[in-house]
């Protein structure tokens, strides 16, 4: 009788929410806001190990054109999952309804995108309303086949988004059927005749929030919850995810009997390797092989979105997408004796972290790592063009899943240090008497900086290209450019690249009378930071950490002299380090600067000292000479 009591208040309390209009919103919800949640619920039920079902439903108060987005109603479906039914109503302010959308009033479109072969396919209907406020009442259910992954849930989606009530329900047929990681959450749980087990999360009345500089994981901003099954069933594939081993055991499977290579398509690759060649030479060619045969192209079929290709299929049709190429890259090791593990991971530079004590299957990449005997490689088999061993932002510094027989497990990829990240830059100027200036610059990009301002993508370019990409990434002024030559990373887990170039800065210095005012530090500074004073809430991070180290050399006409040098600076912080001396000698004045920033994750309450160290960084920067023409 209890259960029962409880079920009905819930369901008088949620049904008062979801009658709720734009006059309900409290003021402190609503400022700040673009828009507001007034009623959310998501029921998932897990019927059985094949076998589950989502049901939505919620209401949005849409207040200003910045949240328009929330008008995309996109529902994505495909062999293992059914829409059974959609509907949207418009309503205005006041909750009177304007329109109705059915689920066959919706678009159907196919979610090949760029794979090349894909079973997806999304249900999508686009709010077309001019006139705010006015609310949104969105409901559908989802049927899915299989069991690999549970959903995940934000109490908030973005900045600006406030609200009143939001709950997360999960029912299932048999206790301990699935795990839930909860940040800033905790849920309650219960049981009834038809679910042995319901856990239940709730929220009410959030403020909405800002999105803070050097932040990227959105639990640090809202509760959130992550749910993944104990064991799973992939297209007839039966599997355990309790431990990290167990879903590794799972791919080892899945993976087994697709070294397909004969001797034959083998002929032509054992002509690169030569029995002379030292274990990584022999990785090297193998890698560079690899990126001279085959091309990338995405499959997202059914279990295709995680069984690779048959090796000998990618052999002889030259492609494959990224687990593809990975186990093709092992086989081909294997051939040779090397031994290698293919990697599961989540890639991109802003990819959220995975936890260490929650295992799940939420990896969008895969790659190989290679041990050797005092290093490890990792190996991204997507790309033509990558430095061999070179993750870059793309898989660097995080954990991923390396699939060993047997002993599956988490392991960091390689993380780039301060110190490899350089970018080192030699300056040599001729002032000029109407303010212009000759310039030849000489860069030097190591490690993750190779990535800056794109100079590894504009490598790639014709020189017209090149030449263009030059003067639109740096925002010196006019720029006149004569010579550009840029020189593509080198082939090494550490790559470094080169960029020289000569041209004309119009505008270099601003004339006031015979003054001249100059700021020598332009060409590496960090004014592209914009670090508010705010109340800091969430942990500050630095996820990749740099160097810039630069000598310039500025030579001046014989009328022109030194009125102001600025004065030697040094900064020393816990985030990083600055100097910078000025010295005039003769008709040349000599600047050497250094700048270092820190990786790592500092507590909410540092922010204001390290806001404090780029904004004197920048303030050293800004530092103007100061010239006088005595003609």
């Known amino acids: 009788m209890k259960n029962v009591i409880i079920t009905i208040s819930l369901f008088c309390c949620l049904s008062s929410y ?32 094949s076998k589950s079902h989502l049901e939505r439903t919620y209401r949005v108060a849409i207040l200003n054109k910045y949240a328009k987005s929330q008008g995309r109603i996109s529902l994505q479906y495909d062999d293992f999952t059914t829409i059974d039914h959609a509907e949207i109503r418009i309503l205005d302010a006041k909750g009177k309804q304007k329109e109705r959308i059915k689920t066959k009033d919706f678009e159907d479109y196919s979610g090949k995108g760029g794979s090349m072969a894909s079973d997806s396919r999304l249900l999508y209907y686009q709010v077309v309303e001019s006139h705010y406020p006015y609310i949104l009442e969105v409901s559908y259910k989802i049927s899915y086949k299989g069991s690999m992954f549970y959903p995940s849930w934000t109490a908030q989606t973005g900045e600006k988004h406030g609200v009143i009530s939001k709950t997360l329900q999960v029912n299932s047929y048999k206790p301990d059927t699935f795990r839930h990681l909860s940040s800033g959450i905790t849920p309650t749980t219960s049981s009834s005749e038809d679910y042995p087990s319901t856990t239940t999360w709730a929220v009410n009345n959030l403020k909405p929030f800002k999105y803070e500089s050097f932040s990227y994981e959105i639990d640090v901003y809202t509760p959130s919850v992550s749910l993944a099954p104990n064991e799973f069933e992939m297209d007839g594939v039966v599997g355990n995810m309790r431990t990290w081993k167990d879903f590794g055991e799972w791919m080892l499977k899945l993976n087994e009997h697709q070294n397909t290579l004969t001797a034959d398509q083998l002929v032509e690759f054992e002509q690169v390797i030569r029995p002379d060649m030292s274990t990584e030479e022999k990785i090297k060619a193998t890698y560079e092989y690899l990126q001279q045969n085959t091309r990338y192209v995405s499959i997202q079929l059914g279990i295709g979105g995680w069984k690779p290709f048959e090796s000998g299929f990618v052999h002889a049709n030259k492609y494959g997408d990224c687990k593809a190429l990975s186990f093709y890259t092992q086989s081909l ?57 070179y993750q870059g932002t793309f898989t660097s510094g995080r954990y991923a899943l390396m699939v060993i027989p047997g002993n599956s497990q988490l392991v960091k990829t390689k993380t780039y240090t301060t110190d490899e990240n350089l970018q080192a830059s030699k300056i040599a100027m001729t002032m000029n008497l109407d303010g212009s200036a000759d310039v030849t610059l000489s860069r030097t990009y190591r490690g993750l900086e190779i990535e800056n301002d794109g100079f590894d993508e504009a490598c790639l370019e014709p020189e017209s290209k090149q030449r263009d990409w030059f003067v639109d990434e740096h925002s010196w002024g006019t720029i006149e450019l004569n010579d550009l030559k840029l020189t593509s990373p080198s082939k090494s887990a550490v790559p470094t690249g080169v960029m020289e170039s000569s041209f004309k800065l119009e505008n270099a210095a601003t004339k006031n009378g015979n003054r001249f005012f100059f700021e020598p530090l332009q060409f590496s500074n960090v004014s592209y930071y914009k670090l508010h004073d705010i109340d800091r809430q969430v942990p500050v991070e630095i996820r990749y950490g740099y160097a810039q180290a630069d000598t310039i050399a500025i030579d001046l006409p014989i009328s022109l002299h030194t009125e102001y040098l600025p004065k030697s600076h040094e900064i020393d912080s ?58």
Do not use: M
């Not at 294997?334 to 599961?344: A, K, M, P, Q």
């Not at 530079?349 to 490689?377: C, G, Q, R, Y």
């Open 18 to 49: 979801g009658q709720l209009v734009l006059k309900d919103i409290p003021d402190s919800i609503a400022s700040g806001a673009n828009y507001v949640t007034l009623h959310d619920e998501t029921v998932f039920t897990i019927e059985s190990l």
């Open 333 to 389: 090791l294997e051939h040779i004796g090397i031994e290698s593990y293919y990697t599961l991971i989540r890639a991109r530079s802003s990819a959220s972290a995975i936890d260490p004590t929650f295992p799940n299957a939420h990896f969008n990449h895969a790659i190989l790592t290679v041990p050797l005997e005092k290093d490890t490689l990792w190996l991204e088999c997507t790309s033509q063009t990558n430095p061999f061993a």
């Open 574 to 631: 816990e985030f990083g380090t600055y100097s910078v001396s000025f010295e005039k000698k003769q008709q040349q004045i000599q600047i050497i600067r250094h700048f270092e920033l820190n990786s790592g994750t500092f507590a909410p309450e540092t922010y204001s000292e390290f806001r404090s160290f780029i904004k004197e960084v920048q303030k050293e920067d800004r530092k103007r000479l100061v010239l006088i023409d005595k003609t």
